[in-house]
């Protein structure tokens, strides 16, 4: 079957380290992977986007990995911030229509 | 930046009675999208537009929805005969179609209470 996995306990990080969060996928072929990232009660807003032929992806202190053959998404956030605290949702496009396949998300905390 | 605005934000409603959510999408915008989002679940796709055509509503989970998009602008979701299954958050997006890979912006959605 078809699926889209992140880790769904939360990510409890000090500020100032670096947060990783995964998102590995299977059957599936994506044309496109997207980070989003939404606050409690508000719309996701877009983060990165990385296509299928690209390894990484960098966004001032965001970077994304994108491997195709362990079928895995890494987004990682760099000095880390308490205003970074959100959940962190990727999404697959596999037809490249836009039309997005999302994963649960990950909780982030970042605590002073 | 006006944004992708969605309304009413907030709607409860009895059990058996008609909603309609409109969304206003960025203007120039070609494409929009619907998604239903529940606690704890990432955005579930339902259906899209190019402009005023509908490409593809297989994605609605029954045919209480209907969405529409007359004149390539603006466009509403209607639930018929609501059932408490229905409670959850509408997002409404939109992007420029320009290729593949287009960044896709999502309004604040609005949420629906069936009591």
């Known amino acids: 079957s078809q699926k889209i996995e992140q880790n769904s306990e939360a990510l409890n990080i000090q500020e100032g380290k670096t947060a990783t969060l995964t998102c590995n996928y299977t059957?599936?072929?994506?044309?496109?992977l997207q980070w989003y990232r939404q606050d409690p009660g508000r719309g996701p807003v877009f983060l990165l986007l990385?296509?299928?032929?690209?390894k990484e992806k960098r966004k001032e202190r965001l970077k994304v990995t994108f491997d195709t053959t362990l079928k895995q998404s890494l987004f990682h956030i760099t000095a880390s911030q308490p205003a970074d605290s959100a959940t962190y949702l990727c999404?697959?496009?596999?037809?490249?229509?836009?039309?997005?396949?999302f994963g649960t998300g990950t909780r982030l905390q970042v605590f002073p | 930046d006006t944004g992708v605005s969605q309304n009413p934000r907030h709607k409860i409603t009895k059990r058996g009675q008609n909603v309609t959510f409109r969304c206003d999408p960025i203007?120039?915008?070609?494409?929009l999208y619907w998604y239903r989002q529940t606690l704890g679940q990432g955005p579930e796709f339902l259906t899209y537009?190019?402009?005023?055509?509908?490409?593809?509503k297989s994605r609605l989970l029954s045919d209480r929805f209907s969405a529409e998009r007359p004149k390539g602008s603006f466009s509403t979701l209607e639930i018929q005969r609501t059932e408490q299954g229905d409670s959850a958050m509408y997002l409404c997006?939109?992007?420029?179609?320009?290729?593949?890979?287009?960044?896709?912006?999502f309004g604040e959605g609005s949420w629906l209470t069936v009591v």
């Open positions: 537009f190019q402009n005023e055509a509908q490409l593809e």
């Open positions: 997006a939109s992007s420029l179609a320009s290729g593949q890979g287009n960044t896709i912006y």
């Open positions: 059957n599936y072929s994506p044309a496109y």
């Open positions: 999404a697959l496009d596999t037809h490249g229509t836009d039309k997005l396949i």
């Open positions: 990385i296509r299928e032929n690209e």
């Open positions: 203007s120039e915008h070609n494409r």
